[in-house]
């Protein structure tokens, strides 16, 4: 059971976010390593009771953090306190990487099922091979925005969202980043066809 002092110092703990979250939105770094000394055990054992794997509830820590100091200037303390926002926040992320996970297993069930596909030829590999170099040579050509918003969409496999929030730049932004740039790398690589 918790002593009256150290229940009036968690209330008074407690009561503090809501500044440090506004400190947060006004770019304070000292406010976020604040809010992280509070809460990041807090974070850490719902992370680790979703998910199961220290590892990612690790990552998901570090990602929900980022997002505090992203979205801080959203912080409403009359829809309620700070420590439970951040830990919504990470349960959120936390059941997104659980139903990731849950996604990537049923495709590779998916793809067990699926026949193998016959050995390429030396011939297949070689025109592979250009083909990867003619995209890779067209990609530098585009602008430096759209070539990020565009490798961590395909090669990387990010959504939209995802992408939004790594860079902290607004949804509609990326979608417009990556619609240009996929329009301006296929005017490019009909270009080379010629």
Known sequence: MLSSTA????????GDDAPLLGRVARGDGAALKALYERH???????????????????????????EVWRRAREF????????AWITTMARNRAIDRLRKRGSSARTI???????????RSPLEDVEARLERERIGAAMVQLPEEQRRSIELAFFEGRTHQEIA??????????KT????GMEKLAALLRGSRT
Request: charge should be negative; include cysteine; glycine fraction near 10%.
């Open 177 to 180: 980043r990556v619609r240009l």
């Open 76 to 83: 409403d303390p009359r829809r309620g306190g700070a420590a």
């Open 165 to 174: 929030e790594l860079t902290g730049t607004p949804l509609g932004t990326i």
């Open 109 to 119: 069930d998916a793809a067990a099922g699926e026949p193998v596909a016959a050995p």
């Open 40 to 66: 990041a055990a807090r974070v850490m054992a719902v992370a680790l009771r979703v998910l199961g794997a220290r590892n990612e509830a690790e990552e998901i820590v570090q990602e929900c953090f980022v």
């Open 7 to 14: 229940r009036d110092e968690g209330a008074k703990a407690a």
